[in-house]
Structure formats: structure tokens, C-alpha cells
């Protein structure tokens, strides 16, 4: 009985060792570009409703702050998604990384073969948008890390302002809070453009 229990054991050993023998998936970018337009499509649906809402919350402070809530969360979502340890942060820099080796490569072959020269220059040109999206998600990760500082400050005023009966001042404050939404929201929809421009950016042949 023993014989086909040590089969099975050194089967076993033999998949696992083959598993982790199996190369990395490569980044991608149109995977990175999805994850992106995600966060972006998310963005824009949470702020369809906003001026319809802060409208509604007129009369009431409960709503008020909901419509406060739920523009944090939105914030925060946006903010998450692009932090150093996300995953759309991740891919990108495998992405630069492996662009700059591609282009590396593709020069050194140049030295013997003319021909690939222009196929460097395409791997730079698409390094060259790569860092410009990196440099505009990382931007952004900051101007939302502001945008939720604010929103948690200004939460305390506005909801003084419906205590008070001033509802024109409270629903002044969370317009105010939507209009540097609709700026974030502009800014993630350059980031898709961006990140759209890194994905087509053509390979000569």
C-alpha cells in the first residue's frame, strides 16, 4: 500500500516544482488601461446624481450628510486605487520597466542592424507617455488625498449651517465640495486619455 502513496507524494512534488517553475505573467497594458477607465467610468456614474442630491438635501441635515459621505467615498475609492501598493500603481511600473528593456534591446540591435533604430525611438515614444500617465496618477493620488482632507473639514461647517436654518450656505458648501469633484473627475478622464494614448502607441516594424 505503501508504493502508490509515494507515487501520488512525488507526482505531487513534480506539479508543485513545475508550478513554481512557471514565468510571471508579463504586465499588460491593456489590462492596466481597464482598471484605469474603471476607476474613472466609477467616478463620473457617482457624480450623475450629485447636483439632483445636494438639491434634495436642502431641507434636511441626514441627507446632507449622506451627499457628504458619499462624495468622501467616491474620493476615497479614487484615492485607493491609485496608492503605491495598487495594483494599477504595480502595473505600471512593470510596464515602464519592461518598455525600458524592450528599448534597451532594441538599441543594442541597432548597432549591428540600422533598421531597429526606429523601432527604439516607437519603445521610447511609448516610454515617454507611460511616465507622463505615471506622473498624472500620482498627481492626482495627492489632489485626492486634499480633496478628502477637505471634505472631512469643511464636513463640521456645513452641517453647523443646516443646524443654523441656512440652508443656502450649507447647499454654498457642498457645491463647493462638487465642484472640486467635477475637477477630480476631469483630471481621471485625462488620465483614460493618457493611459488609451500608451496603449496605441504603435511598434515600427
Do not use: H
Amino acid at each position: 500500500m505503501k508504493k502508490p502513496t509515494l507515487l501520488l507524494a512525488g507526482f505531487f512534488s513534480l506539479m508543485v516544482g513545475v508550478a513554481f517553475a512557471q514565468p510571471a505573467a508579463q504586465p499588460d497594458m491593456a489590462n492596466l488601461f481597464q482598471k484605469v477607465n474603471e476607476v474613472a467610468q466609477q467616478l463620473q456614474a457617482n457624480l450623475g446624481d450629485l447636483e439632483a442630491d445636494i438639491q434634495a438635501s436642502r431641507d434636511s441635515i441626514e441627507k446632507g450628510g449622506e451627499v457628504l459621505d458619499e462624495m468622501l467615498a467616491s474620493v476615497t475609492k479614487v484615492n485607493e486605487s491609485m496608492a503605491e501598493e495598487s495594483e494599477i500603481w504595480q502595473e505600471l511600473d512593470a510596464l515602464l520597466a519592461l518598455w525600458e528593456q524592450r528599448r534597451q534591446e532594441t538599441l543594442k540591435k541597432s548597432e549591428a542592424n540600422p533598421a531597429f533604430l526606429p523601432v527604439a525611438q516607437s519603445w521610447q515614444a511609448k516610454l515617454d507617455t507611460g511616465r507622463e500617465l505615471r506622473n498624472q496618477i500620482s498627481t492626482e493620488r495627492a489632489n485626492s488625498v486634499a480633496l478628502m482632507r477637505s471634505i472631512e473639514s469643511d464636513r463640521d461647517i456645513v452641517l453647523a449651517y443646516y443646524e443654523l436654518g441656512q440652508a443656502d450656505k450649507a447647499i454654498e458648501g457642498l457645491k463647493k465640495v462638487g465642484a472640486n469633484l467635477t475637477n477630480l473627475n476631469a483630471n481621471m478622464q485625462a488620465i483614460v486619455k493618457t493611459a488609451n494614448e500608451a496603449q496605441q502607441t504603435p511598434i515600427s516594424q
